[in-house]
């Protein structure tokens, strides 16, 4: 199977590229841009893989997508490319409309028309033949919840932030190009991911930052916006079933049953490194910010037999460990992070 993976230097894609090669003896194509948040040091340890091949360049680049589609025979497309933090897409939509939609459509038009579904029967969903396009894609396109209830599947999409107004817009372009075209697809729906390479500008990584460097840690209104926490392992293995077992057409909600309140996280956190709470420090709320947000993951569980497998506590302190392990790697990435913010300011 020839794979191409899309954003594959960021967290989540570089986490997956390299849970594939340990897997299975799959050619992984990976097409990035290689903006702030994507690091080749993320892959590093397979960098010399015969079976792994990076490329520098973007996913509105048609003629380069067309030229890796015939180079390589792709089979499947595995879309992780995306802006994705919420602050910078409220600062500038601009940018996450251009590579969330008109990125993900482009990228779906050449793989509708270099790879030709040949025969389409809408009752029964049957293909001869056809790439696999698998859209990454987040719970934040169901908008919020109140204090009961949880995503599924069929809950309405109502997103509250340009970045996941710009993830949903992807989302109903990738389900269009499946009823209309015949394109096979599958779209995921995760909850909030955690673990080794993530850039310090999400809540663990930054505070963890902080804390080990004895900084005031901002934490948004009254910090207690509650979020279900998946380790990023098990976001690739759920991604791994949906590649080989999901149902052509599906979508399938990934969560890890780990619902915490910011403050809850942080507080943890401060006490696996023996810091004191006082380094916290309450800040204006964000605009628009979603108070809940729970995913339901019966149907990947019931039909492709997906679990998560970390608990939290375990997830976080393996976590901890890895960014003090990698303090040199978390320190470039926070000084990368506040030179950004100042250019902004």
């Not at 180079?71 to 910078?88: G, L, Q, T």
């Amino acid at each position: 199977m020839k794979i191409l993976v899309t954003g594959g230097a960021g967290f989540i894609g570089s986490n997956f590229i390299k849970y594939m090669l340990a897997n299975y003896n799959y050619t992984i194509i990976n097409l990035d841009a290689l903006t702030y948040a994507g690091d080749l040091g993320n892959l590093q340890q397979i960098e010399n893989n015969k079976h792994y091949h990076f490329v520098a360049g973007n996913i509105c680049d048609r003629e380069l997508l067309y030229r890796l589609f015939i180079k390589y025979e792709i089979d499947v497309v595995i879309n992780f490319a995306a802006e994705s933090h919420v602050d910078r897409s409220i600062d500038d939509p601009e940018t996450f409309l251009k590579t969330n939609v008109l990125g993900t459509q482009t990228l779906l038009d050449v793989s509708n028309g270099y790879w030709r579904v040949e025969s389409f029967n809408k009752q029964c969903k049957t293909f001869k033949k056809g790439v696999k396009f698998i859209q990454i894609s987040t719970d934040e396109v169901y908008g919020t919840l109140g204090r009961n209830g949880y995503f599924t599947e069929k809950t309405n999409l109502a997103p509250n932030s340009p970045y996941s107004a710009s993830k949903a817009a992807a989302d109903m372009l990738v389900r269009a190009y499946y009823e209309t075209y015949g394109l096979p697809m599958n779209i995921t729906r995760c909850s909030n991911n955690y673990g080794p390479h993530q850039f310090p500008e999400k809540l663990i990584p930054l505070t963890i930052h902080h804390a080990l460097q004895e900084k005031n840690l901002p934490i948004y209104g009254d910090g207690k916006q509650i979020r279900d926490w998946l380790h990023v392992n098990d976001h690739c293995r759920a991604i791994d079933l949906v590649l080989h077992m999901g149902e052509i057409g599906e979508v399938y909600n990934i969560g890890g049953s780990n619902e915490k309140l910011n403050i809850e996280v942080v507080k943890y956190i401060l006490s696996e490194l023996g810091k004191g709470e006082n380094l916290i420090q309450f800040v204006e709320d964000r605009l628009g910010h979603d108070r809940r947000y729970a995913i339901d993951h019966s149907k990947i569980t019931k039909e492709l037999g997906w679990m998560p497998l970390y608990t939290f506590e375990e997830g976080i302190k393996s976590t901890i460990d890895w960014y003090i392990e990698n303090m040199e790697w978390l320190e470039q990435k926070q000084a990368f992070n506040v030179k950004q913010e100042e250019t902004n300011n």
